[in-house]
């Protein structure tokens, strides 16, 4: 049997049996009442026996109310009602550990006319956690799990919690700066040692030769000298170009025939790489004029000139006549005592002065050669022919090369460009 929560207390009547309930004794008639659908009761008064009411007799139905009575005669008290109406609880719909927990809190609900709880009102129920503060969940916690938030590129990288000390927080990415090799993204731009930072430069790899020649090269985060010289076959330029630790060996470019450009024999001469310098050196060294054999023997431009002339224009002695050359012609039409008295050592600077020619070998002065002859190895002195042709300072100011590496063929045509000097 329900029993109605806050109705009256309820009575049953025992409808199955048709009993009714049986009288007091008194002192009326006896009396039978009739049931309809059991048999009465008799009771016993003090007048005598008087009938019962009829069992069934005695309920009209009506509409259950919450009063503790069988209103509707089923035989049950206050069904179908769960509370008395106008009544009220606490209620909580949520976990029973979660109540008052956090943001959790009952509600109330108040009971409805017809016996129903209603909705249980002003309760708060767990919800999804938020950034407040608060136990929004109701699991103990707050503001937990609300995940992280990653920002920026490279070094301006940045994790930060999502919510801090119940407020949202923003990612703001570092600040870059100027890219390194280091093998990190310094400028935030999603590259790392982009640019070839701190490279460049100038460096030396430890080989020999052009392949010492090396830049600087961001390499894997640190800064390496990368090669620039690569090797090749060697050639004529001061340089160890095939990288074996030899500079220029093998005469590289040189060994083919050349023309110096000097008269006679002395035009003939063979390619050397000098100081650097593919330079031609003659083959053939001046001698003295020999008479009668078609030879320009001392390299003057003139084929036995001399002969029938009692000596050289380049020594001292008897005169000479206008005959024995253009030079002497020259030298008897200026200074006619050279070839009227006597051939002296006037005569023979003045081959150089008047006939602007270094064929005797006194207008070498204190070289260590004729200005006229290139042997590759040694270089001149500044003012070694000072006092005889006076040449070699006005060339080296013009080409040092001739007083510091080697007086080479090119000074040789230098003597006749700054000089105004020939060599026959």
């Given amino acids: 049997m329900l029993t109605c929560l806050g109705c009256a207390t309820g009575v049953t ?3 199955d049996e048709g009993q009714g309930n049986e009288g007091p004794t008194g002192a009326g008639d006896a009396g039978q009442g009739a049931g309809g659908a059991g048999q009465g009761g008799s009771g016993h008064g003090a007048g005598g026996e008087a009938a019962g009411g009829g069992g069934a007799s005695g309920c009209v139905p009506a509409s259950e109310a919450c009063d503790g009575l069988d209103n509707n005669c089923e035989g049950l008290v206050d069904e179908g009602f769960d509370c008395k109406p106008g009544g009220t609880q606490e209620c909580f719909t949520g976990e029973p550990a979660q109540k008052s927990v956090g943001a959790c809190k009952a509600g109330k609900q108040t009971c409805a006319p017809e016996g129903k709880w209603g909705e249980c009102a002003g309760q708060v129920l767990p919800a999804k956690e938020s950034c407040n503060g608060a136990d929004d969940d109701c699991d103990g916690k707050t503001d937990e799990e609300l995940g992280t938030t990653k920002c920026g590129v490279g070094l301006c990288e940045v994790t930060i919690e999502n919510c801090k000390s119940g407020k949202p927080v923003s990612c703001t990415p570092g600040k870059p700066v100027a890219e390194l090799c280091d093998g990190k993204d310094n400028d935030c731009d999603g590259q790392i040692d982009n640019g070839n930072p701190q490279g460049g430069q100038p460096c030396i790899t430890g080989k020999p030769g052009v392949c010492g020649q090396g830049k600087m090269e961001c390499v894997g985060g640190k800064g390496q ?9 060697e ?27 000097k008269p006679g024999p002395c035009d003939p001469g063979t390619m050397l790489c000098t100081g650097g310098k593919l330079t031609c050196q003659q083959s053939y060294s001046p001698v003295p004029e020999v008479c009668n054999d078609g030879k320009d023997n001392d390299c003057n431009g003139q084929v036995d000139d001399g002969c029938g002339c009692s000596h050289s224009k380049c020594q001292q002695g008897t005169p000479l006549k206008a005959q024995c050359g253009g030079c002497e012609a020259q030298i008897c039409s200026a200074d006619p005592y050279c070839c009227d008295t006597q051939w002296d050592g006037m005569c023979v600077d003045e081959v150089v002065t008047i006939c602007n020619s270094l064929v005797c070998p006194a207008s070498k002065g204190w070289c260590p050669h004729s200005l006229c002859e290139a042997n590759g190895v040694v270089p001149f002195s500044w003012g070694c022919d000072s006092g005889q042709a006076n040449c070699v300072s006005l060339v ?3 080409d040092s090369y001739c007083c510091s590496i080697d007086w080479d063929s090119m000074c040789v045509q230098e003597v006749g460009s700054y000089c105004g000097l020939s060599c026959f």
């Fill in 13 to 15: 009547s025992d409808l």
């Fill in 225 to 233: 000298c990368q090669q620039v010289g690569q090797s090749s076959p």
């Fill in 235 to 261: 050639k004529c330029d001061g340089q160890d170009n095939d990288c074996n630790g030899q500079t220029d060996e093998g005469n590289p470019g040189g060994g083919v025939s050349c023309s110096t450009g």
């Fill in 396 to 398: 080296c100011i013009f």
